[in-house]
Every structure is written in structure tokens, then in C-alpha cells.
């Protein structure tokens, strides 16, 4: 439903008490989830990252009714991408829509397809490091702890998607995390279906905008969102909560590996070292020999994120590279190294190995250079 | 190409050593992969799953050619299911393929659709079902220690979408095994792409059959083939690489896992216990509390098995029950019960739990009775 001139919003702010019993239970459980699973603490402050859309729209509306059983504050950022025409008229509505909800709201334009061109990405790309670097920007003017963004069940699904088709490893295949403690990142709608906020807004007749390029294939999570996954959900209708429920496997997963990592790390630390390109890290023997196949893969997904490497975007090459690095770790093979994505270098030696940045080649070197699996693939 | 009337097959046999060297590579890795990761052992006794098509042409190719240097005996059978008129030529060309190779070869048929109206499932499943059960039949009769598929990276593609769209956990997403102990299968081509060994046959001159129900969009695995995997591999050529990629980290992981369970039952292992309407398993406190909520997670699955519940068809609505359980393990609720697909269910007491057979509910519920989700799911 488009926002007109004229009352997008009802004449007074609705309250809890008055929902029905279904939407009632949307929120209360919404509440439950920030309580625990988020571990949204009294106090907080937030900023919320609207863009008239639907999903901000109910995001806005969500956060407003529990703010003060949750007693928080609240604050907004729009992001004017400057892409299409009616850019401008979507970010009014977020400005009214936050003076009807009694949220602070900021907008922020920037050019998105000049970054785009400057940063040599494409559109999708651009917008996203501007949201979020803007969104940043706003925490720390606002003196917010958390950033929260209004993703929904039905972008988790395109997220492990898309992640499917472009190449990840566990438990990355399980996409977007509901909480991100390095971007101070929340996402209080992950587990909630779409359908179900529309339906909210609705029934107390709160309007929003449609965004036309959510139509535009030439993005590929739309690709995938109107060509591929109806396509599933019709072998499946319950396919966004089967996603659902592996995105939690995952987030078990990923605690029970940072777990065992900071126990291995804790006795047997890896060491800094200096590469004649930038420093390295040097991950001892004895801490790979006491590691089971499954936990040293993880061991070198952290020691390239702590070096700054852990694009989603190079998970394919990386992965494949890394299971050739562990069972060249296996065989006992010596002085060998292995070419990482993003210019990186993996080095075995002596039952060590040592990753940093590569001297032998340039950054488009994606293939191991000296590789030669012998036993997991023909 | 169809196997016609004539000569689908060159005058002599080939030899690796006639092969160019990109297929003479492709053998010897298949090789490695057999000798390695499938610990394929010399002297072992096959039974190889002709249906006549491309994989298993080239299937009984290459184990014909690897036979002497993996000292193998091999045997073939070809299912005949009777749901095409085509399916009795299919078999003679099984049949004259073996002769050429020099393999016995045994033809049985079965209507699968009466199978499959008396089973009250569909064709797909019915066929699968028939395939599998006369290839043990065949690997018991001639004393064969493995049966082995033709299943190559495409197929393991469509599986990884399937078990995605349908629900699956950890490592189960991650799709069919190369080795399966339990049921005595080996897929030695699970790694190589289909068209490598299409070019392999063509550049031979072997000829194969087609299978028209391939095309038959009833059937959802030709769905996903024809209509899904398509468009992802436009997104990413390399797809069939990166799932191939996952798997291998799924093994590792389901590896992993198993030692740890094997680790924690040696501890303190699960009793029998015998309820009103079957055996069952008690998890005790001292079991249960010494493990990560991901461990206990498997250990959940692993009871289930041992009690003959594993249909990959129920994963998903077992999966959200099984995170719920935990979740009210870890909450210490008292007394509470969780029914699970297949007419068992998980009682919590005491910190122990039970898994059994259902006495409370027809088989039909699948939806937890008594679950309140309060931290996990809004």
C-alpha cells in the first residue's frame, strides 16, 4: 500500500492493549527474542535504519510499542541512495512517519552510483557500504549501542541462498546474524515472516512505500527473490521457517567453535609475525596437531579474518584452498604454500603454518599454486 | 547419444594408456578419491547400479578401466521399473554394455507403481526404494562388500537444493555421502562434473541411453534440475565446485561430531528403557550437562537413529522440536514433553531426557504439543 498525501498514519498511536491476539503475540514474541536471544539490555539506545519500506516501517512501529516495556531510545537514520526519483518522497514518509511515532529521525543523502563508480563495485554493493557506513556515522553522533535493521525471515532465506550459489562454508551458509557484536548489529525481525508485519501494518492502517527497484533483475538478490525462491516455496511452503531453524543450528555451531578455538588459542597461542608485505600470523604446531580436521578449518577462517581477510565474496576459493591447506597439514608435506584470495599466503612448514600477505603473486591469483590433491578430490 | 541398433560401443576395449591426458587425469583422480577418501580396499567385490543413461555408462567405464590397478571384482545389475516402454531396451543395453566390458551382469524388474500405490508414496520414492533393496539382494547374492552409484556433482547439487528447500540440519544439508558404512554404498563420481564424463564416453565412442522421465517435471528432483539449478549456475558458473566444497566440510564435521558423541557416551552412556509402546532411550543430566547445546543437538539425532527414526523427509519439523527441547533443557523446565515426527516423543525430567514411542498422539502430529518458545523464536 502506497503512502498518499493526505493520512498515511491513524490519528493516534496505537497501543499494545488494542491489538488483536495474533498481532499481540507478534510483538510480545518479538520482545521475547530482543529480551533473550539479542540480550537487549534496559537503557539501550538505538538506531533504527528505515527506508519507508514495509519491513523499516514495521520496524519503526515495532520498536515504538516496546520501548518502554524494554525502556529504550530510539533514533533514525534514512538513507537517500539518490538512485531513483521518487528516493526523495520515500525518505518524507520515513521523516512523518517518525514524527508520528515521537522518533528523532535523520536523512542522509549521498550518491550512490558516483561511489559505485569510484569504489569499482556495482549498485547493490555501493548501497550497502553507504547504509551501513552511515548508519556507523549516526550511532556514534547518537550515542547508540546498536544499529537495527528490519530483515525479515523472507531475506534470511534469500540471504542462505544466495550465499548457496555463491560459495560458503558453515555456519556462513546460514546467513545474516540476528546480532553482530563487531558491527553492533541487530536484526529483531530475523525469525518474523513478512506476511505477518504487512499484515500488522494493515490492520492499524499504517501505510508505506513500495520501492520499484525491488523489481529490478538486474540485482541479483532480486533474481533470486522473484525467480527462484516461489520456486521453492512452492516444493515447500514452509521453506522460510526451515531456514529459520538451520540459521539457529548455525548460531549454536558458531558459539561451539569460538568456544573450543579460545580454548585451543589459550593453550597454544598463534604468534604475530612480520612478512616482508605486512604482518602475518604463525599458528605453532602443537596447536594444529591438537585440533580435530573441522576445528583447524576454523582456526584459519579467524586467523584471516583477524588479518583482515574474510570477504563473503571469496568464500568459494578459500574454502577449497583451505581444505588442500589442511590435508597438505595431513600428509606431512613440507615447505609448501598455498595462494589465498585477497593477496594472502598460506605456508606449511614443518607442521606449522604460517599465513600473511603474498609476495610470490598478484592479488588476481586465486588458484593454489601448488596443490596437488591426492586423496579428497579427483 | 542413443544407444541404437549397430555398434554403441568400439571395437576393443580402451586403455588409460589410450586416453588423452585430461581423461587419463580424470581416472587416476577417481582412483586417488576410491584409494583415499573412500578407502576402497584391493580385492573388494562390486556391485555396480547400471540404468544405462551417461552416469552409468560411465561408471562401469572407469571401474572397468580401474579394476586391475585396484585389484576390484565387479558385478552389475540393472533395475528395470517398468514405468516406460523404453525401460526393456534400457536393460538390453545394460546388458550388451557389461558383455563389452566383460562384467556379469544381472537384469531384474519390478512395477514400481504398484510398489508405489501399495506403500501409498510416489513414483520417485517408491523406484528409490525398489532400487535399493534389490541392490542389497544383488550385493548379498554375490558377496559383494559394496554397491556403488553412478552419482555425480550435479546430482550432489540437487540434493544439497533438495534437502535445502525441504529442511535439513548440520551436516545433512551438505548432501548425499560419498561412503555410506551403514548402508554399504559408495559413490566413487560424487566429486566429477557430469560433463567431463559425457566427453569422457563421447571422445571413446561409447554410446549411452536417454532417459525421457529426466524431463518430467512431476518428478521435484527434475524440477530443481531443470528450472532452479539453471538459473543459480548463471549467478555462479562454479556452483557445482563450491557444493562440492561444502560437502567435503559437512564430512569433516559430521566426523567430527560423531568423535565427540563417541567421547561423551563412553562417559556416561544413554540406558534402554522400555516404555508401554516400545523401547526407548534415557539421555541422563550428567550426560546432557556436559555437553555444548550444538553437541547435545546431535546426540539428539544420534538417539533418534538408534531408535529407527531418521527420515531426512521429517528433518525440519524434528529440527525446530529438538532446538525447542533444548532450549527448555536449558531453562530447566520440569516435566514437559515434545512430540516428534513419527509418533515419538522427547520427555524432559529432571534434567534427563527420554526419547520413545508416543503414547499421547496419533502419528500424525507433528507440531510440538507443549512447547512455549521463549528465548529463540518470536
Given at each position: 500500500m502506497c503512502a498518499e498525501?493526505?493520512?498515511?498514519?491513524?490519528?493516534s498511536l496505537p497501543t499494545l492493549q488494542q491489538l488483536s491476539p495474533a498481532h499481540a503475540r507478534l510483538c510480545l514474541g518479538i520482545e521475547r527474542f530482543c529480551r533473550g536471544?539479542?540480550?537487549?539490555?534496559?537503557g539501550s539506545r538505538l538506531v533504527l535504519a528505515l527506508s519507508g519500506g514495509a519491513d523499516s516501517t514495521a520496524l519503526a512501529l515495532l520498536m515504538r510499542l516496546l520501548a518502554p516495556r524494554l525502556t529504550l531510545s530510539l533514533f533514525a537514520l534514512s538513507v537517500?541512495?539518490?538512485?531513483?526519483?521518487?528516493s526523495a518522497a520515500d525518505a518524507r514518509h520515513v521523516a512523518a512517519l517518525c514524527r508520528w511515532l515521537g522518533i528523532p529521525c535523520r536523512v542522509r543523502g549521498k550518491d550512490v552510483a558516483a561511489c559505485a563508480r569510484g569504489w569499482g563495485c556495482g549498485l547493490e554493493d555501493a548501497g550497502r557500504k553507504v547504509r551501513y557506513a552511515l548508519l556507523e556515522e549516526e550511532r556514534k553522533a547518537v550515542n547508540a549501542d546498536w544499529i537495527v535493521l528490519g530483515h525479515h525471515a523472507g531475506d534470511l532465506a534469500e540471504d542462505v541462498l544466495l550465499r548457496l550459489t555463491r560459495g560458503a562454508g558453515w555456519p556462513g551458509l546460514a546467513g545474516m546474524a540476528a546480532k553482530d557484536e563487531g558491527r553492533r548489529l541487530?536484526?529483531?525481525?530475523?525469525?518474523?515472516e513478512p506476511e505477518a508485519l504487512r499484515g500488522l501494518l494493515r490492520a492499524l492502517g499504517i501505510l508505506w512505500r513500495e520501492d520499484?527497484?525491488?523489481?529490478?533483475?538486474?540485482f541479483r538478490r532480486n533474481r533470486l527473490r522473484h525467480a527462484v525462491l516461489p520456486q521453492l516455496r512452492r516444493e515447500n511452503p514452509a521453506l522460510d521457517r526451515s531456514i529459520v531453524t538451520l540459521h539457529q543450528l548455525g548460531e549454536l555451531d558458531g558459539d561451539f567453535w569460538e568456544e573450543l578455538l579460545d580454548a585451543a588459542l589459550d593453550a597454544h597461542p598463534w604468534q604475530e609475525v612480520e612478512g616482508d608485505d605486512g604482518p602475518g600470523l604463525l599458528l605453532p604446531r602443537a596447536l594444529l596437531r591438537g585440533l580435530h580436521p573441522a576445528a583447524r578449518l576454523r582456526l584459519y577462517v579467524r586467523a584471516l579474518r583477524a588479518l583482515g581477510q574474510a570477504s563473503g565474496a571469496q568464500g568459494q576459493a578459500r574454502g577449497a584452498t583451505l581444505l588442500a591447506l589442511d590435508e597438505a597439514l595431513r600428509e606431512g608435506r613440507a615447505n609448501t604454500y598455498f595462494q589465498l584470495p585477497g593477496g594472502m599466503e598460506a605456508t606449511l612448514r614443518r607442521g606449522s603454518i604460517t599465513f600473511k600477505k603474498s609476495a610470490h603473486s598478484p592479488r588476481s591469483r586465486a588458484r593454489p599454486a601448488s596443490v596437488t590433491p591426492s586423496t579428497s578430490r579427483p
Open positions: 498525501s493526505g493520512a498515511p498514519f491513524p490519528p536471544a539479542l540480550g537487549l539490555a534496559p537517500d541512495h539518490q538512485l531513483r526519483p521518487e541487530l536484526r529483531p525481525l530475523l525469525f518474523t520499484a527497484s525491488n523489481q529490478d533483475r538486474t
